[in-house]
């Protein structure tokens, strides 16, 4: 069912009245028609919605099945005939479609004997995938005209000029895979080792870099340039050197501008590599910018919108914009489409939540100041329930879960609650926080824990965790790729935000 929703989505009403080729689309009494229908207007989601209304309830599976594998096969076979000539030409994704298209009518026009048909084709052809680029597509088309220009013409010149263009796309389609590959295999290692790597695992990289870069004079395709723009500053935001990563992010973004290719996708991630670099150099001011350009060019249905909100979000949070971060919040609860994005991006928004309704309840934001819609009212079980992944993540974010469970559990004055979960929190502390990566989420549990014996008084328990906010200062936070989610609030102001609430709580005036 998920594969004709996504069909269904892709051929609408409108573009199958310019192909004419599902008659029985045509005929409003059809089983097929009204299954289309059912599925373009969202009645009809899964197969027991489809039983429902097909057979009320009563006809088998088997013969639903049947009927979908028709439709499925009819819109697959549809696609091959949507109109996208003219201008959508402009557009790199729509050319690359009409593009394949016609490679695959060559390839049966060539099967069938139709050899003229499908060579004055594959020039015209040629010529659009020459001009986006797509590597493979050319290196395919030249191949095609080399031999027929070798065996089936007289026709020296065009033989020649054809083979140099099929010679140099071999070679381009080659580099192509290889940093694609490198690409691919930097980030899997690096998300696999959160302790770190050797050294040979950087110095391989960092001489497959010069590599490319060398590449980069000769070659001069956008998907090669684009992986190896990539390729480095991955490299650079990884081991934080985030002057060279701003520099080749922006190379990467005027490669393209010099090139006057429309690419979203080229834009989008290298400017968010860009946005990071000037985020994690604590650039708040220009990395929303760039996040918000990102914004413009970005559907919002899809997961690149909700991450790039996660990004903002974490800007405002760091330059104390809270309001800001509010309203960045509701827009992505506003959305439709948020409960069926990615899970962990989910999960991760309902964390920042908790954080936000915290900052509320201690008067650090005012919801009535913001045009955005207010957000739901905050209930901690529902909080709990909204986050199983990432709090059976013991080393990761649910160290961001514990520390905001804890913290509203004092802002809430369910001093029994807490008493109960301290054995708990002190044993995790033990069990899973003894590394370095941890070293600073240890002590701000270690001074979480310390809250009942103060008495929950705030010069009190600043007097029994002096030793670990110390501990913080000499481990400052460092904001990183890797930590983004990890403190939310870094543990220093959020620190003087629970000495706040204390106070509060207390009647003392805030020092």
């Known amino acids: 069912m998920e594969h004709l929703i996504s ?33 373009a207007s969202g009645e009809v989601k899964t197969d027991h919605d489809a039983l429902a209304l097909m057979y009320n309830g009563n006809g088998k599976l088997g013969t639903l099945n049947r009927l979908k594998n028709r439709l499925y096969k009819r819109l697959l076979n549809s696609i091959f005939f949507i109109d996208q000539s003219g201008p959508n030409y402009k557009d790199i994704f729509e050319a690359g479609k009409n593009s394949y298209k016609n490679y695959a009518a060559i390839k049966i026009l060539l099967a069938n004997r139709k050899r003229l048909v499908a060579i004055d084709l594959a020039k015209k052809t040629l010529k659009v995938t020459s001009k986006f680029e797509f590597t493979d597509l050319n290196y395919l088309l030249s191949s095609i005209l080399t031999t027929h ?19 140099y796309y071999l070679k ?5 895979q290889e940093v694609e590959e490198l690409y691919g295999y930097f980030g899997l290692t690096m998300m696999k080792n959160k302790t770190g790597v050797d050294s040979k695992f950087t110095e391989f990289h960092l001489q497959k ?18 992986y190896t723009f990539l390729y480095q500053a991955n490299y650079y935001l990884e081991f934080s050197n985030y002057k060279s990563l701003i520099e080749v992010a922006q190379e990467g973004i005027a490669f393209y501008k010099k090139k006057g290719i429309k690419s979203v996708d080229a834009d989008y991630t290298l400017r968010t590599r860009e946005a990071l670099g000037q985020f994690l150099s604590n650039n708040y001011a220009e990395a929303q910018n760039l996040f918000k350009k990102n914004l413009e060019i970005t559907d919002p249905r899809t997961s690149n919108w909700f991450s790039t909100y996660n990004y903002l979000f974490a800007t405002y949070i760091n330059s104390e914009l809270y309001l800001k971060a509010y309203e960045a919040l509701s827009i992505v609860f506003s959305k439709e489409e948020f409960e069926s994005t990615l899970p962990l991006l989910v999960q991760l928004f309902k964390i920042k939540e908790a954080y936000i309704h915290f900052l509320v309840e201690l008067g650090k934001i005012d919801p009535e100041k913001s045009d955005q819609e207010p957000l739901r009212p905050f209930r901690l079980n529902r909080f709990l329930n909204d986050v199983p992944t990432y709090s059976k993540d013991k080393r990761g974010v649910n160290i961001s879960i514990l520390i905001i469970q804890m913290i509203l559990l004092v802002q809430n004055k369910k001093h029994g609650q807490i008493i109960d979960r301290l054995d708990a929190l002190n044993m995790y502390s033990h069990r899973y926080l003894r590394s370095d990566h941890t070293f600073r989420s240890n002590c701000f549990i270690k001074m979480l824990t310390k809250l009942p014996d103060a008495d929950y008084h705030p010069i009190r328990w600043h007097r029994y965790v002096e030793k670990y906010r110390k501990r913080l200062d000499e481990h400052p936070f460092e904001l990183s ?31």
């Open 149 to 167: 220009f070798a065996s089936y013409t007289s026709n020296l010149k065009k033989y020649k000029s054809y083979r140099k263009k099929r010679d």
């Open 7 to 39: 069909l269904t989505d892709l051929l609408t009403r409108q573009k199958l009245h310019q192909i004419n080729i599902i008659d029985e689309l045509n005929n409003p009494n059809n089983k097929m028609t009204i299954l289309y229908d059912a599925i």
């Open 172 to 176: 381009a389609l080659s580099a192509e």
């Open 209 to 226: 870099i010069k590599e490319m870069r060398l590449l980069q004079k000769s070659i001069k395709t956008t998907r090669f340039n684009l």
């Open 481 to 511: 790729y890797h930590n983004l989610d990890l403190e939310v609030i870094p543990f220093e102001t959020l620190y003087d935000l629970v000495i706040e609430m204390l106070e509060q709580q207390k009647g003392i005036a805030s020092t």
